[in-house]
């Protein structure tokens, strides 16, 4: 955390001097410049992340998950995935809801429904791809992330019924005769609005959103380094509609830490330059499955590498298939 700290808002500061200084030294100035682009991307996601947090900080576990619906079966999935495509938010802030849904009661499945189908189905960025990439391709994509989503959650929660994976500790059943908006009415009537309560508030979600933002400040460090080496461009040039492409799509995504809405213009580049709109779907997918700050916080807040690493086993079959369709068909 104090590292990458250091090595993010040392050159975010930098970034806002004259850039003609580091002329001489290229590398530093790609650097400073693409820490600068991170942080001004994903910077509003945090911070609506941390808003969100500290609301669901005082928010009774019950209602949480009588608002994603019993936490098994089909509909309690349905439920996660619908609430992780509308809820708009870029993958980073969406992690700390996804982490916090655990922490009330959610069950895996539901968890990595919410945070398959989140990253870049918000409805901004909605617009903003079918701006890019037209109105079909961005309908499409959003159909078969939610079929992944879904497919997704309704086996992780199979898996942890067969005693493969742990089941969330914190899960329990709502009490019997639970109505969610009388009690939600009652509950608001009672609640005493202070300054102390809104600081209270606002600390629980600086101290609940620690784990994403160290992550986030790592994979910012990465993606900055990585940029010094490769630019989009090439990555859009060499990475056709082939399986060593939808290989190479897959690594490059892997590795490269971007928020959804600096992902959009790399997807927008491989469908309208590369004409590989399935290396598109991927890239903009394996965000979510692949990426690793998102991993590492799934294994931090669940306790368990397993539930970590079974999300890129779990969804990139699914990515990989649903891609080499997509560029054979269209």
């Known amino acids: 955390m104090i590292a990458s700290s250091i090595l993010v808002v040392a050159p975010f500061a930098l970034s806002f001097f ?3 200084l580091w002329h001489d030294l290229k590398p530093v100035q790609t650097y400073i410049h693409s820490v600068h682009e991170f ?14 947090l500290s609301l669901l900080s005082k928010i009774p576990r019950e209602f949480v998950m009588a608002a994603l619906g019993n936490n098994k079966g089909a509909m309690g999935i349905f439920r996660a995935m619908l ?3 509308l ?8 992690l700390m809801i996804a982490t916090k849904i655990y922490q009330r009661g959610a069950s895996v499945g539901q ?3 919410f945070l398959i189908a989140s990253p870049w189905n918000s409805i901004s960025l909605t617009f903003i791809l079918i701006a890019m990439i037209g109105l079909k391709y961005t309908l499409m994509f959003i159909v078969l992330s939610c079929l992944i989503a879904f497919v997704s959650g309704m086996i992780f929660d199979a898996l942890v019924e067969r005693g493969t994976l742990p089941k969330n500790q914190n899960a329990f ?28 508030m606002v600390k629980s979600g600086l101290m609940d959103s620690k784990m994403v933002v160290r992550w986030l400040l790592v994979g910012i460090v990465l993606a900055s380094v990585l940029r010094v080496f490769f630019t989009p461009e090439m990555f859009a040039q060499y990475f056709g509609p082939s399986v060593i492409g939808m290989m190479a799509t897959l690594a490059f995504a892997t590795v490269l830490e971007v928020c959804s809405e600096g992902s959009s213009p790399i997807a927008a580049d491989l469908v309208n330059r590369a004409i590989a709109p399935g290396n598109a779907f991927a890239f903009l997918m ?9 991993i590492m916080v799934m294994k931090d807040a669940t306790k ?14 699914q990515i990989i298939i649903l891609g080499l369709l997509i560029n054979g068909v269209f």
Do not use: R
């Open 173 to 200: 059943e709502l009490p019997d005769g639970f109505k969610f908006w009388a009690e939600a009415k009652a509950q608001f009537s009672q609640v005493k609005w202070s300054p102390l309560l809104v600081l209270d």
């Open 39 to 52: 942080v001004m991307m994903s910077w509003w996601g945090v911070l609506v992340g941390i808003l969100f």
């Open 304 to 317: 368990s590498w397993k539930v970590a690493l079974f999300l890129p086993l779990v969804t990139l079959p």
């Open 18 to 20: 004259d850039m003609s």
């Open 286 to 294: 394996a965000g979510a499955s692949t990426d690793y700050t998102e």
């Open 111 to 113: 968890v990595m429904a």
């Open 87 to 94: 809820l708009d938010l870029c993958n980073h802030g969406i």
């Open 83 to 85: 609430a992780g495509v």
